[in-house]
């Protein structure tokens, strides 16, 4: 008996093109609000991707100098002269900057976890953004006669937040993250001392 569900090769086909109807359907919306791919574009400002982001760390990731050799105590040393601490400086932070970058987001991340009050101020700069933006693929934020684009929509869920940051001391965090990071930094490339094959790059530099 013949029916209106497909069968076989063709249930398949049919189930595919409804997959991509689903996924698709966010160009096909006037407001661009129909799809699931709005979610992958809510919380990044134009030109930048999920993708972008992870490829972003990866490369991070491979250009990681191993742990084991970053901290070996072994290799640590008073710097003899001002002329050396600059060279290791320089050096070191050109060698280390992905353990560098990690060690930055890790402090980041330590004093987001350990203080509740600005995990509330980052929660509620979050939602404030996500409603604006919401609000913003509804119809047109206009102000003063401008679109609000999506800087000025996160500069505008920033303002509403203001207070809670304020609250929650986020100045003294930033601060707190800035002094421990040049200090781990610091310390690190001033102390460390260069690998061979670096020395010798320095030796046949021309004066």
């Known amino acids: ?14 189930m595919d093109s409804k997959a991509g109807d ?12 129909g799809g699931a791919g709005i979610m992958a574009k809510l919380w990044l400002p134009k030109g930048l991707s999920v993708s972008m982001a992870k ?5 991070r ?11 070996d105590q072994r290799k640590f040393s008073k710097p003899r002269n001002f002329g050396e601490l600059c060279q290791r400086m320089v050096k070191n932070v ?12 890790g402090l ?24 604006i933006h919401l609000k913003s693929l509804e119809s047109k934020l206009v102000i003063m006669g401008k679109e609000l684009t999506v800087p000025h929509q996160m ?12 609250l929650a001391g986020a100045g003294a965090a930033v ?13 690190h490339a001033a102390f460390r001392e260069l690998e061979a094959s670096e020395m010798e790059e320095l030796l046949m530099e021309p004066v």
């Open 1 to 14: 008996m013949p029916s209106g569900a497909p069968t076989g090769e063709n249930c398949l086909v049919d």
């Open 22 to 33: 689903l996924f698709g359907a966010e160009e096909a919306h006037p407001t661009g609000t």
């Open 55 to 59: 490829e972003w760390i990866d490369r």
């Open 61 to 71: 990731r491979m250009s990681i100098r191993p742990w084991a050799s970053f901290v």
């Open 94 to 105: 050109d060698t280390f900057n992905s353990n560098y970058t990690f060690i930055f987001l």
């Open 108 to 131: 980041i991340l330590y004093c987001i976890i350990s203080s509740p009050m600005l995990l509330i101020a980052l929660a509620v700069f979050a939602g404030a953004f996500y409603i």
């Open 155 to 166: 500069s505008l869920a920033g303002a509403v937040s203001l207070p809670v940051f304020w």
């Open 175 to 187: 601060f707190w993250v800035l002094g421990a990071t040049l200090f781990v930094i610091g310390s």
